[in-house]
């Protein structure tokens, strides 16, 4: 049905993609033209210059011609595949002024050690000119356990800032006002849980649920195709993913609950293809569940957000975005029949591509941030996250964020590209490249339809197995020197690397360890022994259970206590090891 969506899109006038009569006749102009350009300054100039390798590829190994022109997209329809901007299908942006109104917002990733050091790097942040919060945590928070459990030993604050309780939290975002700035946290199984701190905490500032802005990624589906941060098997995390969406459409009207993310399916070796139709698939899951609990596509679809890399093909990663913006507005019109226009529109956040940058020769990475930012800007996104040159070696220091950040300042002030809505729109080019990604994302969602959906073909290993082999093949260009690695196998120097490291308060995990021994030994038993009887009766029946985490979390409950009560209800999941 997907695939053959134009099929039932209403399009004024003749049949769509149809061309009529002048059109077969500018066709054949084209065509002549073509021809004779071939003939009389092509072949002469292949004869006297070769070109440098017989096959040209992008970064997904798509093969791409020598040139595109109007005969490559003559079967686009402009009004049924491009339009305006602000304008259905929003192929060309979802604002119709995009940043001449509004800038992006400017969100960089941070978090590591303890909650009061990531506090100071958020603020140092906003002083910089960040105009949103982005929170990183470490593995033992992603995986639910607690800073000072035995699963947790040499973790704390490695990837990220750790939080195991409420006052953690309020540790991490003291002096920050949460009704003024936005923020986005990258969690996933124990999402609902950290969401549920960060609420409680708003509430002790004296800010209503109501009020809060922000993201949580929330995104369980992409933990089994990619990442590999789950907890519990996948019918129960998807029913901790809808108790969020339905709290948040009924609560929480400035939120978005759920991050749909291909970021991390990409970093995991993916093409820009499976980065594309696998994010957008597991959308339409999330949309399936939540329509099956009761809620209305329009009370939730607005408030979907999606986050995708940016990798190093400047056009290849425009045409993604425009792509995707293009494919969710057909959908959620055509076969969710959603009638609000917010539901149609796919707003996004992009991350540069930590996968692309390189420990030899780190100041490249700068180089290869900006383009890929350019890209992302390009290609109209609502938020954006540019590397640091020295994450291939360590956390980034202050100087490389500031860097970082300032790449995206440069490119909102000096480069010019804010400056004109879908600069590339009508590109040759670009417009095939956007069409072809559509048609290829399109026969994904039909393979994944064929297995039954995508929890299945989770089960099945479907996802990780075409992951697998775009990685291994990407892996083989550049170990055979077919695809150029500036710095990895060409153009390589013997020079040490001088950047400085991040070093983080060697004393920071004793005193998480002695704060959460004092919390557990302080809060009113009775309170949190209630609230725990509560979250396992909630999760042993069909109680949304949001509100018992808000309240375990004011009763000083722990994240690795909350979640032991769900690993004793949901289990544990084992991924197969059948691919």
């Not at 070769?50 to 402009?78: C, G, M, N």
């Not at 004092?518 to 949304?544: C, H, P, T, V, W």
């Amino acid at each position: 049905f997907r695939h053959d969506i134009r099929k039932i899109m209403p399009i004024d006038g003749t049949d769509a993609g149809k061309p009529g009569k002048s059109e077969v006749h500018m066709d054949s102009d084209h065509q002549k033209a073509y021809e004779k350009w071939k003939k009389e300054i092509l072949e002469p100039a292949l004869a006297k210059h070769p070109e440098r390798r017989e096959e040209f590829i992008t970064t997904s190994s798509q093969k791409v011609d020598r040139l595109y022109t109007p005969l490559d997209t003559a079967h686009i329809d402009f009004p049924r595949d491009i339009s305006y901007p602000g304008e259905f299908p929003y192929t060309r942006g979802i604002h119709s002024t995009m940043y001449r109104g509004r800038l992006w917002t400017m969100r960089m990733f941070a978090g590591f050690g303890s909650a009061g050091e990531t506090n100071e790097r958020f603020k140092y942040l906003l002083k910089q000119g960040q105009t949103g919060l982005s929170t990183a945590f470490d593995l033992p928070t992603l995986y639910g356990y607690d800073s000072d459990s035995s699963f947790a030993a040499g973790e704390f604050g490695e990837c990220g800032v750790g939080v195991s309780s409420l006052e953690d939290m309020s540790i991490l975002f003291n002096d920050i006002p949460l009704d003024k700035v936005t923020t986005s946290m990258t969690i996933n199984s124990p999402a609902a849980m950290i969401w549920a701190m960060y609420i409680a905490n708003a509430e002790n500032q004296g800010v209503p649920k109501s009020k809060l802005g922000g993201t949580i990624q929330n995104d369980i589906l992409k933990e089994y195709i990619a990442q590999k941060e789950y907890i519990f098997p996948p019918h129960p995390s998807m029913r901790l993913v809808t108790d969020t969406v339905e709290y948040g459409t009924k609560n929480m009207p400035r939120w978005n609950t759920i991050s749909i993310s291909g970021y991390h399916i990409r970093e995991a070796g993916s093409t820009a293809v499976q980065e594309l139709a696998f994010t957008l698939a597991d959308g339409y899951a999330y949309a399936d569940w939540a329509i099956e609990r009761g809620l209305n596509v329009d009370e939730f679809a607005p408030r979907f957000s999606f986050f995708f890399n940016a990798h190093n093909d400047f056009f290849e990663e425009i045409a993604k975005y425009r792509a995707a913006r293009r494919i969710w507005a057909k959908d959620m019109r055509y076969k969710y029949g959603a009638k609000d226009p917010r539901s149609w529109t796919l707003r996004f956040h992009t991350q540069t591509a930590g996968c692309s940058l390189t420990a030899q020769q780190p100041e490249i990475n700068i180089v290869r941030v900006a383009i890929q930012a350019m890209a992302g800007v390009m290609g109209g996104t609502q938020s954006l996250h540019t590397d640091s040159m020295d994450e291939a070696l360590a956390l980034p220091s202050e100087k490389a964020v500031q860097i970082a950040l300032r790449t995206q300042q440069v490119i909102a002030h000096e480069s010019g590209v804010a400056n004109v809505v879908d600069p590339l729109g009508g590109s040759y080019y670009l417009e095939w490249l956007t069409d072809d990604m559509e048609r290829q994302a399109r026969d994904y969602f039909d393979r994944i339809d064929s297995l039954g959906g995508v929890v299945p073909a989770i089960e099945k290993g479907f996802f990780q197995k075409e992951i697998a082999a775009a990685s291994y093949k990407y892996q083989k260009e550049i170990d055979n020197k077919e695809r150029v690695v500036v710095g990895v196998n060409e153009y390589t120097s013997d020079e040490s690397v001088e950047i400085p490291i991040l070093e983080m308060d060697p004393e920071g995990f004793d005193r998480q360890c002695a704060r959460l021994k004092k919390l557990r030994a302080s809060r009113d038993k009775g309170k949190f022994e209630a609230s725990i009887r509560a979250i396992e009766k909630a999760a042993e029946g069909d109680d949304n259970l949001m509100p018992h985490f808000i309240e375990a979390a004011k009763a000083k409950a722990t994240l690795g206590e909350m979640c032991d009560v769900l690993r004793g209800v949901f289990g544990e999941y084992r991924e197969g090891s059948d691919f």
